[in-house]
């Protein structure tokens, strides 16, 4: 795997952000352990509202729906372990940067909500415009948004 320098997204966040994840990334499956674990100092629950959750080739494609919500976590780095996180997820992610033909999902700075309402602004990977297109047309709903309750 070759790594890839991007200039910096003109659209981020001031700061780092939390992960909201919803998927093979939360506590228990497969890319937990694989990117999160040692990275993290924070993990807790969370719902991304106005998303609906659909089925993919064994991982999840959250897609923008108003009304709907996905349940997942939010990740918040430890100190010192942003940017490397950050890169690891994009590149998981197939995310290339803002707008591009490439991207798998896009990384969008969203507004998720804690376990008490709380609402945090947080990455979150959504499916890129194409896909989740494709998704609303004819794929798999996720009832409920819950990954781990498919």
């Known amino acids: 795997m070759t790594s890839v320098v991007r200039p910096p997204d003109p659209f981020a ?10 998927g093979t990334l939360r506590p228990g499956e497969v ?10 100092i924070g993990e807790e629950p969370a719902r991304l509202p106005d ?15 108003p009304g709907s919500a ?9 100190p010192g372990a942003y940017r490397e996180l950050l890169a690891a997820l994009d590149r ?17 700075a969203r507004q998720a909500l804690r376990a008490d ?23 798999t709903e996720i009832p409920g948004g819950d990954w781990l309750g498919r």
């Not at 890319?31 to 993290?40: K, Q, S, V, Y």
């Not at 996905?70 to 430890?78: D, H, K, R, S, Y």
């Not at 998981?92 to 969008?108: A, K, S, T």
């Not at 309402?117 to 794929?139: F, N």
């Open 51 to 65: 998303a609906a959750l659909y089925d993919g080739p064994g991982y999840p494609f959250a897609v923008h729906h």
């Open 117 to 139: 309402g709380t609402p945090v602004r947080a990455w979150v990977y959504l499916a890129s415009p194409l896909l989740a297109r494709d998704l609303r047309e004819s794929g």
């Open 13 to 22: 966040p001031p700061g780092p952000l939390p992960f909201f994840v919803y």
């Open 31 to 40: 890319n937990h352990d694989l990117f999160l674990r040692g990275r993290t």
């Open 92 to 108: 998981l992610e197939e995310y290339e940067g803002p707008g591009r033909p490439g991207n798998v999902y896009d990384r969008l």
């Open 70 to 78: 996905v349940v997942g976590e939010l990740i918040t780095a430890a």
